[in-house]
């Protein structure tokens, strides 16, 4: 009788061991919002003392890395995916010249759009221009920045701190 309970017992906990590889070798388990940025500096081997400017919603996940003399820097990108999965997915990321010459956006379907900068051109107000309500976005202009906004969104206008138009160099991914 004891053996049987023993075999049925080490029975359940391989099946449910089975169904736990399966599932995590389906992809459908990705990384909780709160680990996001200790995932990225896993994944990317980047260093504890690089800052970090963040912008998440309920699908897209921007980050960008940075050093101390903002010389140096990498983005990070995570996505949910459609369906029954659970987290954020790695989606891309490394360097890109336009995040650390001027500002970089990048459209991503339904999920937003990711504004990343380094903040040479000093942005100190971003406005999204929405058919019902204009949205103003203040952004250290001493500061790399990252923004999500949604992808519905209308006319995104970014200024300097002296009032001109910075560009933004737009991309679908």
């Not at 336009?98 to 406005?127: P, T, W």
Request: charged share 25%; proline share 2%; glycine share 6%.
């Amino acid at each position: 009788m004891k053996a049987e309970r023993i075999c049925s017992l080490l029975g359940i906990l391989v099946i449910i061991l089975l169904a736990f590889v399966i599932i995590w070798n389906a992809n459908i388990i990705g990384v909780a919002a709160g680990s996001l940025e200790k995932d990225a500096r896993e994944e990317q081997n980047i260093a504890n003392d690089w800052e970090m400017a963040q912008a998440v919603n309920e699908e897209l996940c921007a980050m960008l890395f940075y050093d101390e003399e903002t010389r140096e820097y990498t983005y990070s990108i995570y996505m949910k995916k459609e369906g029954t999965a659970y987290g954020y997915f790695y989606s891309q990321g490394g360097k890109d010249p336009y995040i650390g010459e001027s500002v970089r956006g990048m459209i991503y379907d339904d999920k937003g759009i990711a504004l990343l900068s380094m903040n040479e051109d000093k942005v100190s107000r971003i406005e999204v221009d929405n058919s019902d309500t204009d949205t103003v976005i203040d952004i250290d202009p001493t500061k790399p920045f990252v923004v999500v906004v949604p992808v519905n969104s209308g006319e995104i206008t970014m200024y300097n701190s002296l009032g001109d138009v910075v560009s933004l160099y737009d991309t679908y991914r």
